[in-house]
């Protein structure tokens, strides 16, 4: 079985998270790149969170802002390592310790990542490193499912079908309470 990142909980995106709200979006709680509670994003109110529903509500271009480095409106694979490293990087000195990973980088990946310090900790000296992050992560799959219109990088469009995804665990196309609540990976 191929391996998908849930790097996006549709509030990971912060470049500056801190711990307390990095623990509180590992189980799906923060909303700080959507534009109030996840209740109120339910348009309809039919309890479901459809994908229009979700891209009126998420902030892409305050994600790009920060995770863009080179402001040419696609998403990068580097970029997309570096933002999802520094995520997990709470202290930011540039490694993982196991507590950082503990505590929030193994509730950014779905289910079927191996979420074990160890694996990712590849040369053994308790912490993780960027290239070893790298090394673990299947970016190529991200793309592979992600960019649509395969020109090398992610839009705000396909990242944002992307985070909807993520919480849509079922795959039914709607975001239901209990995945709302859960959010991914969890």
Same mark, same amino acid.
């Given at each position: ?62 994600? !790009? ?77 991200? !793309? ?43």
């Amino acid at each position: 079985m191929r391996y998908r990142l849930t790097w996006l909980t549709a509030t990971a995106l912060a470049a500056t998270v801190t711990a307390a709200s990095a623990q509180e979006m590992a189980v799906g709680g923060g909303t700080s790149y959507v534009s109030g509670p996840m209740a109120k994003v339910d348009v309809d109110g039919d309890g479901l969170i459809d994908l229009g529903e979700f891209k009126m509500a998420f902030d892409a271009d305050r994600f !790009f802002k920060h995770w863009d480095r080179n402001d040419d409106g696609r998403l990068s694979r580097g970029e997309y390592v570096t933002a999802h490293f520094s995520m997990v990087d709470l202290n930011k000195d540039g490694t993982i310790a196991k507590s950082e990973w503990d505590y929030s980088g193994r509730f950014w990946l779905e289910q079927d990542y191996n979420t074990d310090f160890d694996h990712w900790d590849i040369d053994g000296d308790g912490r993780i490193q960027r290239e070893e992050f790298a090394q673990r992560l299947d970016v190529d799959e991200v !793309f592979a499912l992600w960019n649509t219109d395969d020109e090398g990088g992610l839009t705000r469009t396909e990242v944002t079908a992307g985070i909807h995804g993520a919480w849509d665990k079922d795959r039914d196309g709607v975001i239901d309470e209990g995945e709302r609540r859960h959010g991914p990976g969890t």
